[in-house]
Nanobody, 114 residues
Framework: AQLVESGGGLVEPGGSLRLSCLASGFTFSMYDMSWYRQVPGKERELVAAISRGGVSGNYADSVKGRFTISRDNAKNTVYLQMNSLKPEDTAVYYC????????WGQGTQVTVSS
């Protein structure tokens, strides 16, 4: 099983990014999925989760109203649309299965800075 995140980059405050996570090696449509983020020296935190059927929920309070999680089961991909980005959103972003982790991918770096 493998997860490959992409779409990160450098963006100014107030900007937007769309992250993608391509899953392989397991039946993607059978699993709830989540996005997480981590900054150096801190624990990885849950950002957003989505059910296997595509119902989103469980957004971290810090991203509610700004981030949207979605998925395309036909493409084995989960997305994170990030709007109104703030410097405190700077982190490495990872995806994983919500309730039964597999090996973490390399993540994708998001840097919000002017």
């Amino acid at each position: 099983a493998q997860l490959v995140e992409s779409g990160g980059g450098l963006v100014e405050p107030g900007g937007s990014l769309r992250l993608s996570c391509l899953a392989s090696g397991f039946t993607f449509s059978m699993y709830d999925m989540s996005w997480y983020r981590q900054v150096p020296g801190k624990e990885r935190e849950l950002v957003a989760a989505i059910s296997r059927g595509g119902v989103s929920g469980n957004y971290a309070d810090s991203v509610k109203g700004r981030f949207t999680i979605s998925r395309d089961n036909a493409k084995n991909t989960v997305y994170l649309q990030m709007n109104s980005l703030k410097p405190e959103d700077t982190a490495v972003y990872y995806c994983n299965r919500r309730w039964s982790f597999i090996s973490w991918g390399q993540g994708t770096q998001v840097t919000v800075s002017s």
